[in-house]
């Protein structure tokens, strides 16, 4: 059975960081491409940052563009998101996401974060993050 566990939310003042870690088991980790997405209440999950099962190819949605950075240590079956710089609007919910896709590397990121969270295979269960002065 799969299990997919997110870690590292908490409160951070405007302009600082956290780093989001996820581990996942049960599951051939290096088949999958895999995602952060994150909620507020009354919106839609929205795909924020996604990495290739291989290759490491990445897609980032524009707003945390050169503030946020993914990366996957498959040895140890692990993703992360770096946040810095963090504003008041990326105050959310932070879910790990994991897919398969028969798609070419290169585009396997776009395909998770901007398709429907529908078609994700496995999600955590979440990490609230709030950045509030």
């Known amino acids: 059975q799969a299990q997919v566990r997110e870690s590292g939310g908490g409160l951070v003042q405007p302009g600082g960081s956290l780093r989001l870690s996820c581990t996942v088991s049960?599951?051939?980790?290096?088949?999958?491409?895999m995602g952060w997405f994150r909620q507020t209440p009354g919106k839609e999950r929205e795909g924020v940052a996604c990495?290739?099962?291989?290759?490491?190819?990445?897609y980032y949605t524009d707003s945390v563009k050169g503030r946020f950075a993914i990366s996957r240590d498959n040895a140890n079956n692990t993703l992360y998101l770096q946040m810095n710089s963090l504003k008041p609007e990326d105050t959310a919910t932070y879910y790990c996401a994991a897919k398969t896709t028969p798609l070419n590397p290169k585009d396997a990121p776009q395909n998770l974060c901007g398709g429907a969270p529908a078609a994700v295979k496995y999600w955590g269960q979440g990490t609230p993050v709030t950045v509030s002065s």
């Open positions: 990495i290739s099962y291989i290759d490491a190819f990445t």
């Open positions: 049960g599951l051939t980790f290096v088949g999958y491409t």
